[in-house]
């Protein structure tokens, strides 16, 4: 199928999405799985194009490889970032739905854009722009078998997203300082500091913004954008329960323990 579509990017594309329909992962190896740093966000775009003409809805942005510790966990040396839509954006609580590959979790922090922000800024202007900062899990599911990936591949993967559990907003004005926690089933899995994505989540928005403005695009009133792993990601496997406490908001989510699709997998929340 992807042998008839001429273009590199929207022939890798069409293979990630097969992929991804289908549950299974691709061979990171295999050189019809090779992509260029300078073909990654062109076959991004074609994903999220597809993912758009099937009626998606965008809902923001997230961040990935702000922290030195989950660049360290997959060999990846800088940042990059994916698009969110709106059915990705799960409540807490809830119960993932099983359209996943190979998940795993980290805790982030969440901002929720109160204005569109129309050119460059730094990390403290950035912050008039904000309506609010949530504690959050990021569910990944890289399409690459073993998460083992080039940051081009990761890339044109939308940086592995697959859902985000927006939970309670955070009482707190300075990020950086906010201590994170991520347990599964109960066992302490991961700690850090807010200060882990850029040195401020602050600074990652800003980091975005001036991304986004470099391809002709910016950040939107509403947008949410999720800043980065404060943690390592872990396994996220059936039956698991997962919880983010981040400052004194807590977060949790859950996986079935059958595979069967959860009853509420529309919990979707936009604050």
Known sequence: MSSTVPDPAARLAVRIRAARAERRCLPADDVENAVSPELAYRVQANVVAAREQGRATPAGWK????????????????????????????????????????????????????AD????????????????AHAAL??????????????????????????????PELDVTDLAVVPAMLERNGERVGSGFGAAAMGDPFAALAWLAERLLERGQFLRAGQIVITGGLTAAVPFERGDTVSARIGSALVTAHRSASG??????????VP
């Open 260 to 269: 069967a699709e959860p009853t509420t997998a529309g919990d979707i929340l």
């Open 138 to 167: 990021e569910v990944v599911d890289s399409v690459w078998c073993g998460y083992r990936f080039t940051w081009a591949q990761n890339t044109a993967d939308g940086s592995s997203a697959a859902f985000v559990v927006l939970g």
């Open 63 to 114: 961040l990935g490889y702000t922290s030195a510790v989950m660049r360290e966990q997959m060999g990846i040396a800088e940042a990059n970032f994916g698009p969110l839509d709106r059915d990705m954006l799960l409540a807490h609580d809830c119960t993932i739905p099983e359209s996943v590959i190979q998940p795993r979790v980290e805790p982030e922090i969440a901002l929720v854009l109160a």
């Open 117 to 132: 922000v129309p050119g460059s800024v730094d990390a403290l202007a950035i912050r008039a722009f904000v309506r609010s």
